[in-house]
């Protein structure tokens, strides 16, 4: 198997001027809980999404800040301390907003680094020397283990480039198919962890392989003994494939590929199956939010009935978020301006979200173009007004809307600017059907031609053969192809 090196693309706690952030409001008209948000989540992930929360909503940013510093004595990385500092030294640098510095808040804790430092580097220094014994002594599984517990340490310690430089090189002394199904779940939380969507994919199919292969191996020794499987052993694989397609999902999201990542985030199985990944990565409300979001961006009304509402495994995870049960609930009873107004509401709420944030201004205008050709469909004539009433905009964001659809081939229709008025284009259907008899007999009438001229050189004798051991081996693979 090859070893796939991922290079450090972009730092997952870089500050606002390196990645493209939106600031976003705090309001009544946006309500956003920060502490029953930042509670399902734990480890590296909460702080992850602390770090965003800084950078994407200011008036946030204090109360962020102290939990931030309050999940870093969790972890055992002292280095988020400036991390989490610089993000909110660049927040504070912008002409509108006002925050108190980072001293008047809450101090960093220096006794604490230089503790946890010094344990690091033992830890360190005797996880190393234990790999060097091992390999020294040839113990194989020693060296794979030796190798994975130092890939635990650097991504426990924020060294991601190491982190994967020793999961990979476990792979050479794994033994079996789950050795190396484990090596892949843990080179996917990683890259997971560092959004580095690129790559997920790789690991996934290395993962649906050594899966296969461990079930087969299984089976076969329970055909063996004659005895039938253990049942935890498909609660396993169910569990295993959770996680795979939920990686395969934040894959095709990254790639915004709405429509596939929609799928797989609806085929995820309920959240026990995804076992310690919850709460580590992810939390139950946002498969609620990235598969409804996708869903209604590239989906059918009839695939959204079926896989979404009447998805009895994905309703668990809509409960999460409430909001998300009405958003599809007016979507699909046409109610488009509250489907407008709840997207509106809560976009703070998608946008401190650390995989999705890229996307929400896309998926948004994806679910509001949807919106009006749907809107549009069963009229030949629609007065702008009404469409604006329908909406909660004004006639003339509708015009520049509709203008914007007609232009891209959403929809079929022309506006009258002066009379304020849509009108869908008059297809003429028996037209349509004379052009594709005559299309389809030009066609036939080419071929013919084709054939006739063919025999023709045929007969001619004016057909260049191959040579006669190209011959040979045609005859003789058709001769295979009979038996």
């Known amino acids: ?15 606002p001027a390196a990645q493209r952030r939106r600031i976003r409001p705090v309001d009544d008209a946006h309500p956003f809980d920060l502490d029953a948000y930042i509670s399902g989540y734990s480890g590296r992930t909460a702080l992850d999404r602390l770090v965003h929360i800084i950078s994407t909503c200011p008036t946030l940013a204090p109360q962020a ?18 991390t989490v500092m610089n993000a909110y030294d660049a927040v504070a640098d912008l002409p509108e907003v006002q925050l108190p510095p980072t001293s008047e808040l809450c101090p960093v804790n220096t006794v604490w680094c230089e503790e946890v430092t010094k344990k690091n580097q033992a830890e360190r220094t005797k996880l190393e020397v234990e790999l060097k014994t091992y390999s020294n002594n040839m ?3 020693s060296i794979r283990m030796g190798h994975r517990d130092l890939g635990d340490f650097y991504r426990a310690t924020g060294d991601y480039t190491q982190a994967l430089k020793h999961y990979t090189k476990s792979r050479e002394f794994c033994s079996t198919s789950q050795h190396v199904l484990d090596m892949c779940l ?15 994919s790789s690991y996934v199919f290395k993962a649906e392989g050594a899966l296969d292969t461990a079930n087969a191996a299984a089976a076969s020794n329970s055909t063996a003994g004659s005895a039938a499987p253990p049942p935890k052993r498909s609660a396993e694989r169910d569990q295993v494939q959770s996680k795979l397609d939920f990686a395969m999902a934040l894959f095709h999201l990254g790639q915004a590929n709405y429509e596939k990542a929609a799928q797989l985030f609806l085929k995820i199985g309920p959240p026990d199956s995804l076992g310690d990944w919850i709460g580590k990565l992810v939390a139950p409300g946002d498969f609620a939010v990235y598969g409804t979001l996708c869903a209604l961006a590239s989906m059918s009304r009839s695939a959204i009935k079926s896989q979404l509402t009447g998805n009895a495994i994905f309703s668990a995870y809509i409960e999460q978020e409430p909001y998300v049960r009405d958003l599809t609930q007016s979507y699909l009873s046409s109610d488009f301006k509250n489907v407008l107004e709840l997207l509106e509401r809560y976009s703070t709420r998608h946008y401190v ?16 173009n ?13 007065r702008l007004d009404r469409m604006s009433a329908a909406f909660g905009w004004t006639v003339d964001e509708v015009e520049k809307e509709v203008v914007a659809l007609i232009q891209s081939g959403q929809i079929q229709g ?14 003429d259907h028996r037209a349509e059907l004379f052009a594709r008899a005559i299309k389809t007999a030009a066609e036939i009438q080419s071929t013919n031609r084709k054939l006739l001229l063919r025999m023709r050189l045929q007969q001619a004798d004016l057909v260049v ?9 045609d005859r003789a693979a058709e001769i295979l192809q009979g038996d």
């Open 139 to 141: 113990i194989k599984e």
């Open 370 to 382: 949807v919106a009006v050709v749907l809107y549009f469909q069963p009229f030949q004539t629609i």
């Open 186 to 200: 843990s080179v996917l939380e990683l890259v997971i962890e560092q959004r580095n969507y690129s790559h997920i």
């Open 65 to 82: 800040l102290k939990l931030a510093f309050a999940q870093i004595e969790e972890l055992r990385d002292p280095t988020l301390y400036q």
């Open 414 to 427: 022309r506006v009258d600017s002066q009379n304020k008025i849509l009108k869908a284009r008059k297809v």
């Open 1 to 15: 198997m090859e070893i796939d090196y991922i290079e450090n693309e972009v730092s997952i706690l870089q500050p």
């Open 465 to 473: 053969k191959p040579p006669k051991s190209r011959r040979e081996q």
């Open 353 to 368: 979200d650390i995989h999705i944030y890229s996307h929400v201004y896309d998926l948004t205008n994806l679910i509001r």
